[in-house]
């Protein structure tokens, strides 16, 4: 009898097999890879999101109670720990009529600026407020007389801490920041 040339099938099942494992795998790790590499690009947009808030928020800070013709009306309206209301000399023309007081509000997990979202899925936005001396104002601060137009400036450096995250497949990616922003309108 002459035995013909060929794979058995017990030899087909087990390369079939084999093949199907590897394949698992392979597929396995793309599919792990793709999801790492979609992580990162979502940590990475809220990431410079959330600098760039800071930015802004750094600008708009060090301008707090800019007053070019020194008429004492300008400054940290009130402040605590999640909100900062403040006015500036906007336009620099010394008339505090035309100037109207800017708001930072964090709420609902957005924080505001002047009532507007500047960005959401923040879980954490704490402002402290230091005076001349460095030392932490525990409580409330308010700077500016609104009724009379004047202020006594105390703070001059603002420090920040916002965290924020949000779920990508199941995932909390969460980014943190915190730095201090000296008001640049109150001398050294």
Known sequence: MQRKRGFTLIE???????????????YGTLIYQQRNANLQIEYTVFSQKLQSFIGFF?????EIGYDPFETNAYGIINGDSTILRYN???????????????????????????????????????????????????????EVDTVNHTSSPVVRRVHYKVTGGKTVFGKKISVSYKGDVIIKNRGL
């Open 12 to 26: 087909m099942v087990v390369t079939i097999s084999v093949l199907g494992i590897l394949l698992g795998f392979i």
């Open 88 to 142: 500036a000399d906007d336009n620099g023309n010394g008339d505090f009529s035309d100037d109207l007081p800017h708001q930072f509000t964090f709420n609902t997990g957005k924080i505001y600026y002047d009532g507007s979202p500047l960005i959401s899925n923040i879980d954490t936005f704490k402002l402290s407020y230091y005076d001349f001396s460095d030392d932490s104002i525990p409580s409330i601060v308010q």
């Open 58 to 62: 750094k600008t708009r800070v060090r």
